[in-house]
């Protein structure tokens, strides 16, 4: 017997959700408007930010081109081995995002050149102010718009406070209930029952009974009101429910963490299971990139690719971290010799940093938890290290194109 991923019930509260927000064409349409850069901008310029990104705007003219660098040395590439797309982690709002510009516009080709990440993600939780405060918004349109990154994933944490008018508003519309405490001055938040670290559920993984629904609300208001398009999925249950909510949504897009554990090919075709399930008519998903789990040796990770070309499931990249924060795993932690031989193999991936290797102070998941108030206050700092991975990242890139192996970033970086 086959068991359906999703019941008639939860298909109902799912499909009440998107009308909630106007449905699959509205959704999309609105996405792609807010991602305009021009929209944005006038926006923007209205919640204080219009400053910023004249800046920005200045300040990414001076980077240097990876184009230059290949002329320089007069590069050749093997197109027998696979191809490296650049990912840094900790792009942790406009501040942050605006000092790691300052730092990467003083480098050059003649000296050590920071070149713009391919993809960037954030972990910062999707509070009222962040995402309506232009604090987001302002973030995309530096990164997307001005560093013309492909890729910039934010990170939905459920167990964050939100108006108690909003659990009552989704509980009306889906029929769902919502465990939840008063936090007081009209604010609830879920109840998370299996904590286990200091950061709040460890990134929000415990989606216990029918909280995706409320995982999804948060992606939806957020990609309405900003254009955000890509969003970190960490629970199997709001997963398989993102599947389905963004089946009919191009626009919405969604990066499976490496918290879930895919560290071995049964949990991987567990996974391709579930995609498949809610594929899209053009044989692509709303999953758009599978982070390997750390665990994994270059073996697995070729043996993943392999049977997600066999799939016919089209436009999900897989990616492997390629040093991990110091209080994440491992101490030491190094994938470099493991990526050159997934590369070597003529495997594509997508090379990632959630640390440049190094101890550095706001290089700790710590810092992904910090409040709105206490991100500003330390934007310097956070921007600093997202300076140094991306560093690390231009470093490595550039060893791969010695090594005839292609690497990618962003556009502006061309």
């Not at 009440?16 to 999309?28: D, K, P, Q, S």
């Not at 300052?102 to 939780?125: L, N, Q, Y």
């Not at 309506?132 to 530096?142: E, I």
């Not at 167990?159 to 609830?188: C, M, Y």
Request: net charge negative; charged share 20%.
């Amino acid at each position: 017997m086959k068991y359906k991923l999703l019941s008639n019930a939860d298909l109902k509260s799912i499909d009440a959700l998107l009308e909630f927000h106007g449905g699959v064409n509205h959704i999309n349409s609105t996405i792609a408007k807010m991602r305009d850069y021009k929209t944005r901008k006038n926006i923007l310029a209205n919640k204080g930010y219009g400053e910023m990104l004249e800046d920005a705007e200045k300040l990414v003219k001076m980077f240097p081109k990876f184009t230059d660098l290949e002329k320089k040395i007069g590069v050749t590439y093997d197109p027998s081995k696979g191809i490296a797309t650049s990912q840094v982690s900790g792009f942790q709002g406009a501040k942050v995002t605006h000092q790691c510009m300052k730092r990467m516009a003083k480098t050059s080709i003649d000296a050590e050149p920071c070149f713009v990440p391919a993809e960037m993600i954030s972990v910062v939780a999707l509070t009222d102010h962040y995402v309506y405060s232009g604090d987001l918004m302002a973030t995309l349109a530096m990164t997307e718009n001005i560093m013309q990154t492909s890729k910039y994933c934010s990170t939905n944490l459920i167990g964050i406070p939100h108006p108690e008018t909003r659990f009552l508003e989704l509980e009306k519309v889906t029929g769902e209930k919502f465990d939840r405490a008063s936090l007081g001055d009209g604010l609830s938040n879920l109840i998370l029952k299996n904590q286990g670290t200091p950061f709040g559920n460890f990134g929000g993984i415990e989606v216990a009974n029918n909280n995706h629904i409320f995982y999804l609300d948060g992606v939806a208001r957020t990609a309405k009101e900003n254009g955000a398009d890509f969003f970190l999925n960490p629970s199997w249950s709001s997963i398989i429910a993102a599947c389905y909510f963004g089946r009919d949504i191009p626009n919405l897009n969604f990066k499976v963490s490496m918290l879930l554990a895919t560290q071995n090919t049964m949990q991987f075709r567990m996974l391709l299971n579930i995609i498949n399930e809610y594929i899209r008519e053009d044989n692509t998903s709303p999953i758009y990139e599978i982070n390997i789990g750390n665990g994994t040796t270059a073996e697995t990770f070729i043996q993943c690719a392999k049977e997600l070309d066999a799939s016919g499931i089209k436009g999900i990249s897989l990616a492997a971290h390629i040093y991990i924060n110091p209080d994440l795993g491992m101490p030491n932690f190094n994938w470099t010799n493991h990526a050159y031989d997934v590369l070597n193999s003529g495997t594509n991936m997508t090379y990632k940093y959630e640390s440049d290797g190094t101890a550095r102070e706001m290089d700790t998941m710590a810092a992904y938890f910090l409040s709105d108030e206490e991100r500003d206050e330390a934007s310097e700092k956070i921007g600093d290290v997202i300076y140094y991975k991306s560093l690390q990242a231009s470093r490595d890139g550039i060893e791969m194109m010695k090594k005839g192996i292609k690497p990618v970033f962003g556009k502006t970086s061309y």
